[in-house]
């Protein structure tokens, strides 16, 4: 089956506390993001990445670090995690052309930062 | 700057009523794309329809339709007879090249209540 897995779905954590969110898709797809849901403002890109080695700052990049070493997985690192950051994170790939291809999401992880 | 409004915040609706969900954008350039996607209760992102800036023809999906009109930079969705499976948050979007970077913009949402 087709799919973004994210990991953990949830976690709630500690100021300061390293943590890594994993995402990794089955289908090939060359491009991958980040986004953060939040009430009122939608969904906003963090990180996106065209292909392994490439990355590229969204809107709302600070605090956050990506690395795609290999083309199916892009985890997203927070070094140092603080309470702003508590926020519904979603994974997505697309295939090439992405600017006219839908994304596909994975299921979000829930983070908590107390 | 480029930026989706969708100004309902939420609609409440009684089930077999049709309803419009509102998504105006802004951007300057010729070539873009839009897209509509789903957020039921259980959480997912469910992509609806996609739509590039040289088609304004509309489309019907069943009993989804969307209506792109590059004149008023908008990209509404109705939904006939709605049911209460419709109830979800929906979110309209706005993809392209700006800067030299790639770009997919959400408008903040608009959660749709279906009674029964």
């Known amino acids: 089956e087709a799919q973004v897995t994210q990991n953990p779905r949830y976690l709630i954590t500690v100021t300061g506390k390293k943590l890594t969110v994993t995402c990794s898709q089955n289908m090939n797809h060359e491009y991958m993001s980040w986004y953060r849901q939040d009430p009122g403002l939608g969904l906003r890109q963090i990180y996106y990445s065209m292909n392994v080695e490439v990355t590229d700052k969204g809107d709302v990049p600070e605090g956050y670090k990506v690395s795609r070493k290999e083309k199916r997985n892009f985890p997203l690192i927070l070094e140092s995690p603080s309470p702003n950051q508590t926020s519904l994170y979603f994974c997505?790939?697309?295939?090439?052309?992405?600017?006219?291809?839908?994304?596909?999401f994975g299921d979000g992880t829930r983070l908590s930062i107390l | 700057a480029q930026k989706v409004t969708q100004a309902q915040t939420e609609i409440s609706v009684v089930e077999k009523e049709d309803v419009t969900l509102d998504c105006v954008y802004e951007?300057?350039?010729?070539?873009?794309?839009l897209f509509w996607y789903k957020q039921p209760p259980s959480g997912e992102l469910v992509f609806l329809i996609r739509?590039?800036?040289?088609?304004?023809q509309n489309e019907i999906s069943g009993r989804y339709s969307w209506n792109f009109q590059k004149s008023t930079s908008s990209f509404n969705f109705t939904i006939t007879a709605s049911q209460v499976v419709d109830s979800a948050v929906y979110f309209c979007?706005?993809?392209?090249?700006?800067?030299?970077?790639?770009?997919?913009?959400f408008g903040s949402g608009t959660r749709l209540l279906v009674r029964p």
């Open positions: 739509r590039n800036s040289f088609d304004e």
């Open positions: 951007t300057r350039d010729t070539t873009y794309y």
């Open positions: 997505a790939s697309s295939p090439p052309g992405v600017s006219n291809q839908p994304q596909h």
């Open positions: 979007a706005l993809s392209g090249w700006w800067d030299s970077s790639y770009k997919l913009i």
